[in-house]
């Protein structure tokens, strides 16, 4: 009987997943467990009476708290057929309860049915409490596949992200070579250029190179396969950095444009 109420202590906080949903009451479960476990040996001495009453005790505890967790359980999570299978075993085992205190209390006839009342609705517990768990193992197997097939179509994006950006990056690189080459080779071939002629040759192949670095950084396949890219913010001075835009600028238009601190 112990260990008959040990187990099915055991299995209900199991089948509920208390130590998830209910954590207070999960200690009471396996409280009643241990209790059952540790009274085992005092079955031949004459305090067995007394720890079996106070286990049968706990029990009836048992069974009407996880009939009410299940209840809780079905209001919270809807239609979960597992759940509702678990409420019905509850039920089956209650009413052979019922049937079998009933009959030897005169109030129903002693017959086959009733006498054995409580052995039939424990098959019937057990064969719900299968389909229950069944259906339980059938809703994780198909968790399992559904996120494997996310993990699939993931990787097949990150993949497909990954050739278009070298794609992209492909792209942007050729012409900006095909400037920098041009630029370099104007001033190699051509005749001696004039101060003005050369800065600006000097301007294109610097901001060609720039936007080759910007494109190395920001399509950079490394940083891509990492799923982001860490940026780090920092305060600047102003100033300071306006100046550094204007250096860009032609000299005509560097003349034209002033920056003085308030």
């Not at 075993?89 to 079998?100: N, V």
């Not at 399992?144 to 993949?159: D, G, I, M, Y």
């Not at 050729?174 to 190699?188: F, G, T, Y």
Request: overall charge positive; some cysteine; proline content about 3%.
């Amino acid at each position: 009987v112990l260990t008959f109420i040990a187990s099915l202590s055991f299995m209900w906080d199991r089948f509920l997943t208390c130590k998830e949903n209910f954590p207070k009451l999960h200690w009471f479960f396996m409280a009643v467990t241990a209790y059952c476990l540790l009274v085992i040996p005092t079955a031949p001495t004459h305090w067995y009476g007394m720890f079996v009453n106070l286990a049968y005790d706990a029990a009836k505890g048992v069974l009407v708290l996880g009939m009410v967790l299940t209840l809780i359980l079905l209001k919270r999570k809807g239609r979960d057929a597992g759940l509702f299978f678990y409420f019905c075993a509850f039920i089956a085992t209650l009413f052979g309860a019922i049937t079998y205190v009933s009959a030897l209390q005169g109030r129903l006839p002693i017959n086959f049915v009733t006498f054995n009342s409580f052995q039939i609705s424990s098959l019937f517990h057990v064969i719900l409490l299968s389909i229950g768990l069944a259906y339980r193992i059938r809703r994780i197997h198909q968790g399992r596949s559904a996120a494997r097939e996310e993990v699939r179509v993931a990787a097949l994006h990150a993949r497909e992200q990954r050739n278009f950006v070298a794609m992209l990056s492909h792209e942007f690189h050729s012409p900006l070579a095909s400037i920098m080459q041009s630029a370099q080779i104007v001033q190699i071939t051509a005749a001696p250029l004039d101060e003005k002629s050369e800065e600006r040759l000097d301007r294109i192949r610097d901001r060609a190179e720039e936007l080759s670095s910007l494109i190395d950084t920001f399509l950079a396949n490394n940083a891509l396969a990492g799923g982001v890219m860490a940026l780090n913010r920092e305060k600047i001075a102003i100033e300071p950095f306006l100046k550094s835009a204007i250096e860009l600028l032609p000299s005509d238009d560097q003349e034209r444009v002033s920056v003085k601190s308030i």
